[in-house]
């Protein structure tokens, strides 16, 4: 099976500019989470989404937010680009079996503001 | 919310030797507690996961260990090898006994020294 795959796996935006990161789950895993990570806050949730809903959000300002389609593959979007939104963003799929849920990480996208 | 707390942050070991790392939580309503191994330049990687209705579970030279009362879990590896350098990060949750809204230590440096 194919991992998680995000694209594009590298970015450069200027202060200001908007941005739109794209994830696509493994096959049949229905729940897509997204994670900023950066070297002074380390790995934070941003939010998460299962069959088109956001199901569960963490501590981040209204300008990130995402979606999810029909066919599990989700994006996030970040507004108005500030320098500190320079991170690796995570997106992690995840499957339930037995009722119990595991995550699997994407290899990220490097966003770098200037 | 949660906190989790890892320790050491860099630890070095000779290659044949173990490694230990630590991890407390905050939140005791935490059940589920997995384990990622990040490579440079890829993302994090499931090694190993345990949850809160067992206290101890292995797999070959990986082993975690959960001690619900005092809110602690560790990761041993046995007879580290070179392709065991990398950072681990451990993590908990508490959502719907799942594995969404992962909260995550800061990670460990772990150095194999041939």
Known sequence: KAGVTQTPRYLIKTRGQQVT????????HRSVSWYQQTPGQGLQFLFEYFSETQRN???FPGRFSGRQFSNSRSEMNVSTLELGDSALYLCASSLVAGGEETQYFGPGTRLLVL | GENVEQHPSTLSVQEGD???I???YSDSASNYFPWYKQELGKGPQLIIDIRSNVGEKKDQRIA????KTAKHFSLHITETQPEDSAVYFCAASNKRG???????GKGTHLIIQP
């Open chain 1, 57 to 59: 959000k963490g501590n």
């Open chain 2, 64 to 67: 975690v260990t959960l001690n």
């Open chain 2, 18 to 20: 173990s490694a230990v």
């Open chain 1, 21 to 28: 990161l794209s994830c696509s789950p493994i096959s049949g």
């Open chain 2, 98 to 104: 799942g594995a969404d809204g992962l909260t995550f």
């Open chain 2, 22 to 24: 630590k991890c407390t």
